[in-house]
């Protein structure tokens, strides 16, 4: 059957992805080999497929199908997380939109919905992920909130508790009064914003005299409880000991003196809310000073405020402005910009607000979390990272765990007044209880309201996904995992929490590697997003440029932990390269076979060249692959592909017009884009399948389940000699093109004699290459100068054909001249390069070699055109 004229990206998609979930091949069961494990970093159940998702997802993927071709037992466990601040306000929103309030239902009828919304939306990201090629376990799909997860989080929970690792305390929290929950300092995402800055009068009791004190919150003044000056400040002297009227509620409030106070900022008077900011919490515990929390869950003012009471936070801050304007408490405001903690969810401005919570001390169990990334027991990519996560790790803060939230893991905690009792169930929580409180009935049992946060049960994933707190078999064989691939902004939330619960449950680091990814940006440097409508849409692209173009896409831009800079372009580049591929099949299948002819010498050259460059190119491969140089790896095939086998392979043994094929020729191109096809696959698996089933002859596999080919020892002179014959090609090429010669004009070309030349003209299989490729009739030494030529360099040789320039000589001059100026400034730079101390001790002795080996040939190339200057003045 003859191969289709276009090759069809959506088509072969389809069927092949079809085929190998048919087939199981992405299944894995522990067995006799190493296993290779990834686990997904879960997308929440709320999301669609973006760019991050892709870059993310197609590296895991890329390591997976090599692990599998490499012969190891490929596990990448897929799953999704139920996301508990989102996932609960797209219900709540569901719920608005038919007129009905959260606040209307119980918590059982609430969940009723939730789950019906994530099982008729949860699982649309998991479908879109598969548009991708991505060769995930499918059986092994896990969700966060599933019965095995639910069952692992509680554990962890009551062991934390039992510990004494757990705790319950009230303290200043960041509060989200849209989502209405607390959320961890990592939830925060701080920027600079424009603002004011009030300058407010406080009047001593007898209004005799007042300071000034400056506030970006002017409505927390309704919870002021003091005045703090610094103590060496002589400014307000006078105010020492004495108590000042808070603007508006006229509460009296001592003036405490205290070294926490910048005398350089603001006025160098503070107002002090201990209820609503953790600095004054803080100096409110250590002078004792009365705590009024004036605002409600929802940002609005609660009675306590005294004024305003029931309107929300920003609409006050405009009223009490007006009021303390028009009381003449407002001295003047100024435009000041500073930091707002905005929530990572909602985007709504956290409000500091005392709250009781549960806690997990994290400096009791982190210590040897740290101590793997220091050692590189847990080994980070690019190094960078773990400066930051050493500098988080050392200043870790004890994590807030508890939301107030109903979708999520309801905590295992139950309570008989202030007595707390934990159990994997209610019925087991009750039979402690019993031995403190004998005569107490089940209903007096109340189980606590909040949820237990995201990460929680996050941070358990490379143990829970294999039921590790249940299940030794999987656990004991895929544990650690091999990789995580995740993006730097979660190093906090996400990896060093999965490292210390690794250590906690499991006393063993999760994963061995960690390859950071950078952010997707646009081709300017943007972020993407919505606003900015800089951010495509993901599937749109799968279906323009097919997932493999797209692929190709976000890895050829894309440096180990570098940011991407995305271009459309790029994804168009790959489809192009797939069809590069399609087309250089179609070429070879539709030669000719005579199965009684001989191979051609040139051929035999040309064979063992590609064999040579292949082994060359899979030794870089493996290199950096090994360091997770994923972006360079790709690069480095599509030029081989592209460059060395289509452009330039196929061109050497390409017969003549209506000229038939030997057999051994085409067995070994076969066999050659075998290897291909193999070494492409993990980046690009459907054009990879696709052309391995019409080259795989008598393979019986497919190419998801090729062996990956291992280094074989090859000649580096084969690779010299044709990239010396390449480089005589182009010239002749060039000097054709520049002087009107046909391209396929038989010419007879003269060489100037050196060593490198002499072998060239002696060896049968390079001089009949070099004639087929650069359409010779002839090639030969000549040691006198061709009359009548026209000449061009090669490396570090000399040659001619005889031709009567129709240039004029000066310009034939100028054209030497400027080359000769080009060869000097190369020849500067590589002098320059091998001068740099720190290049030469640390670059690998091959790449200082050949720096080398460019200097030499550049040195020879100068030598050579000042002699062809010389000739050519004198003819002036």
């Known amino acids: ?58 590296i895991q993927d890329i390591l997976i199908r090599r692990a599998r071709t490499k012969g190891m037992n490929a596990c990448w466990v897929p799953g999704t997380d139920h996301a508990s601040i989102a996932t609960e306000a797209k219900v709540v929103k ?36 598969k548009k991708l090629g991505a060769s995930c376990d499918w059986n092994r799909t896990s969700f966060t909130m599933d019965e095995t997860r639910s069952k692992a989080v509680t554990k962890a929970f009551i062991d934390l508790y039992n510990k004494g690792v757990l705790y319950r305390g009230k303290r200043m929290v960041n509060w989200d009064p849209e989502a209405r929950t607390v959320l961890s300092n990592e939830e925060v995402i701080y920027k600079e914003e424009k603002g004011k800055l009030y300058h407010l009068k406080y009047f001593t009791e007898d209004k005799s005299a007042h300071l000034v004190i400056a506030t970006t919150r002017p409505e927390t003044l309704l919870g002021d409880t003091a005045v703090a000056i610094h103590p060496d400040d002589e400014r307000y002297a006078s105010f020492r000991g004495k108590k000042v009227i808070v603007p508006l509620v006229n509460r009296p409030v001592p ?24 600095n004054d919490y803080d100096l409110g515990k250590k002078h004792q000073l009365e705590v009024i929390e004036i605002f409600e869950e929802d940002g609005s003012i609660s009675p306590d405020g005294q004024l305003y009471i029931g309107k ?91 939301r107030q939230l109903w979708w999520g893991h309801r905590i295992p905690a139950y309570y008989v007044g202030e007595s707390v009792y934990v159990g994997e169930s209610k019925e087991e929580a009750y039979k402690k209880a019993l031995v403190d409180h004998p005569e107490l009935t089940m209903d007096q049992l109340i189980q606590d309201e909040d949820a237990l946060d995201t990460w929680f ?78 951010s495509p849409d993901a599937l749109a692209l799968i279906e323009n440029f097919g997932a493999d173009g797209v692929r190709f896409g976000m890895l050829s831009c894309s440096p180990a932990g570098g940011d991407l800079l995305f271009d459309e372009k790029l994804c168009e580049q790959g489809r192009n390269f797939s069809n590069k ?95 291909i096809c193999t070494m492409l696959h993990p980046f690009m698996p459907f054009i990879t399948e696709e052309v391995w089933q019409q080259v795989k ?41 520049k002087n009107n010669i046909k391209p396929k004009e038989l010419l007879h070309l003269y060489v100037q004699q050196d060593d490198v030349t002499e072998d060239l003209i002696k060896d049968p299989r390079k001089k009949a290459l070099l004639s087929k490729m650069a359409f010779l009739a002839d090639v030969s030494i000549s040691s006198d100068a061709v009359e009548n030529s026209i000449s061009f360099i090669a490396g570090k040789s000399k040659f001619f054909i005889q031709h009567e320039s129709e240039k004029d000589p000066k310009e034939l001059l100028e054209e030497k001249q400027k080359e000769l100026e080009y060869q000097r400034g190369f020849v500067a730079s590589v002098e320059k390069k091998l001068a740099n101390e720190r290049f030469v001790n640390n670059a690998p002795s091959a790449v200082v070699n050949k ?26």
């Open 255 to 278: 003036v405490i003196q205290d070294s926490y106070v910048d005398i350089e900022f603001g006025t160098g008077a503070l107002k002090v809310t201990p209820a609503h900011d953790p």
């Open 94 to 129: 569901k719920l608005r939109e038919a007129g009905i309030k959260k606040s209307d239902l119980s918590r059982e009828e609430f969940l009723k919905h939730a789950w019906e919304w994530k099982e008729n939306y949860g699982g649309i990201i998991l479908d879109q992920i």
């Open 851 to 876: 720096e080398k080996q460019k200097l030499e040939d550049g040195m020879s190339r100068i030598k050579i055109l000042e002699e062809s200057i010389k000739e050519l003045s004198a003819k002036l």
């Open 312 to 402: 929300d936070r920003f609409k006050v801050r405009k009223e009490i402005v007006a009021d303390l304007e028009e009381a003449g408490l407002l001295e003047k405001i100024e435009d000041y910009d500073h930091n707002i903690g905005r929530s990572e969810r909602t985007n709504a401005v956290i409000e500091p607000r005392l709250s009781l919570q549960w806690y997990v001390n994290m400096k009791d169990i982190s210590k040897k979390a740290l101590e793997a990334v220091e050692t590189d027991t847990v080994e980070f990519f690019p190094k960078k990272m773990k400066n930051t996560y050493r500098h988080w790790m050392a200043n870790i803060r004890d994590w807030c765990i508890s």
């Open 457 to 534: 049960s996050s941070w358990l994933w490379p143990i829970s996904v294999f039921d590790g707190f249940e299940n030794e078999h999987d656990i004991n064989y895929y544990y650690p995992t091999s990789v995580l691939v995740t993006g730097w902004d979660i190093i906090f939330l996400w990896v060093a929490r999965m490292i210390i619960a690794g250590y906690e449950w499991k006393n063993e680091f999760p994963f061995k590697h960690v390859y950071f990814t950078g952010m997707v940006r646009d081709k300017k440097r943007r972020k993407m997003s919505k606003s900015l409508g800089n």
């Open 697 to 737: 002859g008598q393979e019986s596999i497919d190419c998801i389940l090729s062996q990956y080919p291992e280094v074989d020892v090859y000649d580096p002179q084969i690779l010299k000699d044709v990239e010396f014959i390449k480089e005589i090609t182009s010239g002749l090429r060039d000097l054709r093109n």
């Open 1 to 58: 059957m003859s191969l289709a004229k276009q090759y069809d990206a959506k088509s072969v998609e389809k069927k092949w992805y079809d085929y190998w979930m048919d087939h199981d091949y992405f299944s894995s069961t522990p067995d006799q080999r190493d296993p290779f494990t990834i686990v997904i970093p879960p997308p929440n159940v709320t999301g669609v497929l973006h760019m991050g998702h892709m870059l993310n997802l197609t």
């Open 581 to 675: 591929i399609w087309n250089a099949l179609r070429l070879v299948d539709g030669w000719e076979v005579d199965h009684n002819a001989v191979q051609p010498i040139e051929n035999e050259l040309a064979i063992d060249w590609m064999f040579s460059l292949t082994n060359q190119i899979l030794e870089k491969v493996d290199t950096d692959f090994n360091s997770y140089k994923l972006s360079e790896a790709l690069i480095s095939l599509y030029s081989y592909v592209w460059t060395d086998f289509c452009s330039w392979y196929l061109e050497m043994i390409k017969p003549a017009y209506q000229t038939p094929i030997d057999p051994i020729t085409v067995e070994k191109t076969k066999e050659l884009f075998r290897y």
